[in-house]
């Protein structure tokens, strides 16, 4: 199996995301996705930047991949999809099917929020173009496995395995919201939350966390204990989400994984220190999502 990473879901400071992929160009991944996919009111980082950085990262080695926004709402987010479409160079993850349209034929990712979850969608995204499929973030195990057993041939399949799950969109900025501010006066207060503003419940249990106009899940989803039962399915791509501190420890501990020189148990133990919440598998296990059905982290 190969070990991705995925867009960076939040909003962080320019120089931040530079860095933070100067380190990325060193770590054990094979594959990186790149751009804005939340929210098109997030400039610190342009498609210009995010062009270079994936030269710089193509460089070392990595398999690029630019990802688009998964709720398009202008014709101003509209020029940009049609530029990420016309690239030229790297491969696409098209998160609607807006994108899908544009990239029809020409090789591209069915990201995690397109709705793909029988084998009548799988076909129709493969003759389409599609390559790879994430598979949305709530699907289990076994629907996995009844929609592998009638997967297109050479369509590749990727698993998010590592971070907060990313659930809704809405047209709504709720960490405006939360600052008593409009939309379209948010004054950035997402750079505030470089993983989100986690929400509580009213006896004060973490229970999602809001990140701009997408609601994530408190808990971080982890399945670095399920390895081997994907390698029997035949998942081709594991994906880590990023966070703004530990994402290499946590790409090297899943690395050590997939080489076979750590066992799951050991895996999980490592990370309990390295997530910004616990840790849930429901959704893996065909349970509640927030539970932890599988190893106890």
């Known amino acids: ?28 991944v ?18 210009e930047d995010w062009l270079e950085v994936a030269k710089n990262l193509a460089a070392s080695g990595k398999q690029v991949v630019l990802s688009t926004q998964a709720l398009i ?24 099917m807006a994108a899908v349209r544009l990239l029809s034929g020409k090789g591209f990712v069915a990201g995690p929020h397109i709705n793909t979850y029988n084998p009548q969608t799988l076909a129709l995204l ?26 297109p041939q050479g369509m590749e399949t990727e698993v998010f395995a590592y971070g907060r799950l990313p659930l809704a ?20 207060r997402c750079l505030d939350h470089a993983c989100g503003l986690t929400l509580k419940t009213r006896e004060g249990q973490p229970f999602l966390a809001l990140n701009g106009i997408q609601t994530q899940s408190s808990s971080v989803y982890n399945l670095v204990a399920e390895l081997e039962g994907m390698q029997q399915l035949g998942v081709g791509v594991l994906r880590v989400s990023p966070q703004p501190l530990h994402t290499e420890k946590i790409l090297a ?17 490592q990370m309990v220190g390295l997530m910004p ?8 296990h065909g349970r509640p999502g927030i539970e932890q059905a599988g190893i106890s982290i």
């Open 1 to 28: 199996m190969k070990l991705a990473l995925g867009p960076v879901l939040y909003y962080w400071q320019r120089d931040d995301l530079f860095d933070f992929y100067e380190r990325i160009a060193a770590a054990p």
């Open 30 to 47: 094979d594959i990186v996705y790149l751009g804005e996919t939340v929210c098109s009111k997030r400039h610190n980082f342009r498609l």
């Open 73 to 96: 709402e202008s014709e101003s987010d509209l020029k940009t999809l049609r530029r990420l479409a016309e690239n030229g160079s790297y491969t696409v993850e098209a998160n609607d």
């Open 126 to 151: 493969a003759k389409l173009g599609a390559q790879r499929w994430v598979i949305p973030v709530e699907m289990s195990r076994q629907m996995l496995a009844d929609l592998l057993a009638c997967k």
């Open 169 to 188: 969109f809405s047209a709504r900025c709720f960490t405006a919201r939360h600052y008593n501010l409009p939309k379209d006066d948010c004054q950035f």
């Open 253 to 269: 501990l899943f690395r050590q994984r997939l080489d076979g020189s750590l066992s799951g148990p050991e895996a999980a133990q």
């Open 277 to 284: 919440d616990q840790a849930c598998d429901g959704y893996w």
